[in-house]
Every structure is written in C-alpha cells, then in structure tokens.
C-alpha cells in the first residue's frame, strides 16, 4: 500500500480484556516496528521484526504483550489482560531495511483500557 | 531514565521568523539522529537526520545542527510557517551493531506557528 496503516483506530476495552493490534507496513519493507506513546511521553521501543530473523522483543513491558508477524507482511501486537497503564497510542512503523532506514510510521490505535 | 530530552514541551513562534527546536541526549553511544513531526491523528513522519560525522544538514527551510561535545542537537525551521504548527520528536539511534534500529524519542515539542 501507500503507507503503513493501523487497526482499529481507536479501541475502548475493559479492564482484563484481551486486544489485538493490527498493522499492515509498506510493500516490500521487511523492517517492521511497535512502538507505544503514553500520555506526556516520548514513543517507546517494543519490538522489531527484520525478514524471518528472530524478532527482538527487548521493549516489551510484560509477558501480557506479544506480536507475531506473518513474512513480511502483516503483523499483530497482543496484549492480554489488558491494564489501565497500557492506555497509549500504539504505533506502528517499517522501514525497506534495517539499520538506519527511515522509518514510517502509520496513524496508531488509540487504546484506552477503562 | 530519559536518554533524549527535550526540555521545551512547547513553543510559539511568529510566522516568518525562526522557530528553534532543540534537543539533548545523555547516551554517548547514539551517534545518529532524527527529526519527526506529527500532527494530531496521526503517525509521525521523518523530517530530517543528521550523522554524528557531521555537524549540519541542510533540506530546504530545515537546518539540524549537532554538538557532539555537548550532546546537543537543535532543529532550526527559516521562515516558519503556520503549517509547520505540529509536535516534533528528536530521536536518536546508534548507527550500527545490535541493536541500531531502535530509536529512542524524546517528549516532544509542540510548536504553534502564528499566522
């Protein structure tokens, strides 16, 4: 596609519900990115996927988050039992390849976690 | 613990005259640097990057300057213009080894440009 795009754009859950994020990077990127922004934060880190290679999952605040990516095409962020603290904006980025690629980011999924 | 930071939440500049963004990082080994802007709904988008070989880089109405010795960077937008009223992020990365993808943000700036 055009761009890097997300979703839901917004998504309201109850507290303990599981979610799941979408994202689909620019064709043909093989770099893929999570990030989240919480309320009068900087953009955190969660995890990268690089082509088949082992995603790195070093930004992951908890065992409740995970993400699976199918080739390099779409990927999944899922965070279980969802708490109040993971309100955010989740986002997304790719780039064409790693290490020091331009990343470009799609419009996030607003989460509020009530 | 806030590798990048940037100290101004916000910022009002006229239009037409310079809007100065700046930026400090704690972490000596980023030595590559990026601007984002972002408006409201939407994700942000690159503006310009600078490596820490160099100490300037110029695109259009953008100038980034880096100070390594004072790791301090600062974005500089002649003559701003009203749409250029968004939040900017600097971020930083390493620029090779594990890792290097990963780019740290700072809280950003919000700069209103007045018409």
């Known amino acids: 596609g055009a761009g890097v795009s997300q979703s839901p754009s917004n998504k309201v859950t109850e507290k303990g519900k599981d979610v799941e994020l979408r994202c689909d990077p620019i064709s043909g990127h093989t770099a893929l990115y999570w990030y989240r922004q919480r309320l009068g934060q900087g953009l955190e880190f969660l995890i990268y996927?690089?082509?088949?290679?082992?995603?790195?999952k070093s930004g992951l605040p908890s065992d409740r988050f995970s993400a699976e990516r199918t080739g390099e095409s779409v990927s999944t962020l899922t965070i279980q039992r969802t708490q109040q603290e993971d309100s955010a904006v989740y986002l997304c980025?790719?780039?064409?390849?790693?290490?020091?690629?331009?990343?470009?980011f799609g419009p996030g999924t607003r989460l509020l976690v009530l | 613990d806030q590798q990048v930071k940037q100290n101004s939440p916000s910022l009002s500049v006229q239009e037409g005259r310079i809007s100065i963004l700046n930026c400090d990082y704690t972490n000596s080994m980023f030595d590559y640097f990026l601007w984002y802007k972002k408006y409201p709904a939407e994700g942000p988008t690159f503006l310009i990057s600078i490596s820490s070989i160099k100490d300037k880089n110029e695109d259009g109405r953008f100038t980034v300057f880096l100070n390594k010795s004072a790791k301090h960077l600062s974005l500089h937008i002649v003559p701003s213009q009203p749409g250029d009223s968004a939040v900017y992020f600097c971020?930083?990365?390493?620029?090779?080894?594990?890792?290097?993808?990963?780019?740290?943000f700072g809280k950003g700036t919000k700069l209103s440009v007045i018409p």
């Open positions: 971020a930083a990365s390493t620029d090779s080894g594990a890792g290097s993808y990963q780019l740290t």
């Open positions: 980025a790719s780039s064409l390849g790693p290490d020091g690629e331009t990343q470009y």
């Open positions: 996927f690089q082509g088949n290679s082992a995603p790195d």
